[in-house]
């Protein structure tokens, strides 16, 4: 039998605390290194979230297994069984250099299907959250279904990167969509980015390339609100890979597909 009303309880128990760590560590010097080049960047704090998360989980959870961004958890191959995907500070980068623009992300998975996601907008003290089935919520307040939008009205996010020349995707694809769109932002948190969908302050975000962690939640959440997951392809995500990633409106989503990325 899984707990999920006792696991919810927890997660969000956690979370908060882990939020008050990471507000309090604004105040010290942060030790910050680079990992695969000089702009992905981790500080103590990601590292000590994730050891904090999966302390609390292995007491409490000793069966579930753990894929953690800072390599902490499990190492973790496919979707069996419980698993917790976990991302203590998605946008870094903002949290080094502005102390604002970054989440908490939390994904809970069985068997492949999500059951519960979290993304914790520490600063602002927003805790985007979703059962499945049960619908999603902006701290207490429900989140509605996302109406249908024209693409000529929409507010969409990228990452300006991928109006540059990059490796994995034709970026000339891209300027006609930008320009035929209301407007075009960008936050530096894909899961903050996927909250913004779900919580319809954005109508699409898309992206050349996310780590599981860095979805996992946000895929629970537009999914509860009816918003379309996929990937540039319009495929689904696999949640223990890394891909492209499209979420946004259901019609606009098929529209964007089939006039600009197809
Ligand atoms: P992070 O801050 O947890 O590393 C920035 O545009 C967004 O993309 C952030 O959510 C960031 O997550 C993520 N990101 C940055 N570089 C990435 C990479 N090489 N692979 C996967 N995700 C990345
Ligand atoms: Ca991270």
Redesign the pocket.
């Known amino acids: 039998m899984i707990m999920w009303d006792e696991m919810d309880k927890c997660v969000k128990e956690w979370i908060e605390e882990a939020g008050e760590r990471i507000k309090k560590s604004f105040l010290k010097q942060l030790t910050i290194e680079t990992k695969?080049?000089r702009?992905?960047?981790?500080t103590d704090m990601?590292k000590e979230t994730e050891q904090f998360f999966i302390k609390n989980i292995n007491e409490k959870f000793p069966d579930h297994r753990i894929l953690g961004?800072e390599g902490f958890g499990d190492s973790v191959e496919d979707t069996k069984g419980v698993l917790w995907i976990i991302?203590p500070?998605?946008?870094?980068?903002?949290?080094v250099h502005q102390q604002r623009n970054?989440a908490i992300?939390i994904g809970i998975y069985e068997n492949g299907v999500g059951r519960l996601g979290y993304i914790y907008d520490v600063v602002h003290n927003e805790l985007y959250h979703a059962k499945k089935g049960e619908g999603a919520f902006m701290n207490d307040q429900k989140l509605p279904n996302l109406p249908s939008v024209a693409l000529e009205d929409a507010v969409i996010a990228l990452?300006a990167?991928w109006l540059t020349t990059n490796k994995h995707m034709d970026s000339s694809k891209l300027v006609p969509l930008v320009r035929d769109v209301r407007a075009a932002r960008?936050?530096?948190?894909?899961?903050?980015?996927m909250a913004y969908v779900a919580a319809g302050r954005l109508d699409a975000y898309l992206?050349m390339?996310?780590?599981p962690?860095?979805f996992a939640a946000g895929k629970i959440l537009i999914e509860e609100v009816g918003g379309v997951v996929t990937n540039l392809k319009g495929e689904s995500l696999d949640v223990v890979r890394?891909d492209s990633v499209f979420v946004g409106k259901p019609t606009l989503h098929q529209d964007i597909l089939q006039r600009y990325l197809t």
């Open positions: 695969s080049n702009n992905d960047l981790v990601d961004e991302d500070i998605d946008g870094t980068m903002n949290f970054f992300s990452n990167l960008s936050y530096g948190s894909a899961a903050l980015e992206t390339r996310l780590a962690w860095d890394k």
